[in-house]
Nanobody, 120 residues
């Protein structure tokens, strides 16, 4: 059994910054890719950023140059630093991870989501 828990969401003014964190826990042997997705009201969930175990990254065009994804493998944690936030960044942000459990099962796991609201 594995679990992802996100934190760091909230209300911020346009141009402001937030840092999201997501920590995986449970019977984990190894975590491969970790990523952040977001879902705005009335829209489908979409990829924001993804990072491999060796720190290769990929970003949605809409966040390039503003958001930075990073990870700490020792802590099973992924971060999303969000700068220059815009109202269109408002969404529920979800953490995702590809996990190999301690009994060799491959699990794709999601966090519960954290709300980010960008508004004056």
């Amino acid at each position: 059994q594995v679990q992802l828990v996100e934190s760091g969401g909230g209300l911020v003014q346009p141009g402001g910054s937030l840092r999201l964190s997501c920590t995986a826990s449970g019977s984990i042997f190894r975590i491969a890719d970790m990523g952040w997705y977001r879902q705005a009201p009335g829209k489908q969930r979409a990829l924001v950023a993804i990072i491999t175990r060796t720190d290769s990254t990929n970003y949605a065009d809409s966040v390039k140059g503003r958001f930075t994804i990073s990870r700490d493998n020792a802590k099973n944690t992924v971060y999303l630093q969000m700068n220059s936030l815009k109202p269109e960044d408002t969404a529920v942000y979800y953490c995702n991870a590809d996990i190999v459990s301690s009994n060799w099962r491959q699990i794709n796991s999601w966090g519960q989501g954290t709300q980010v609201t960008v508004s004056a």
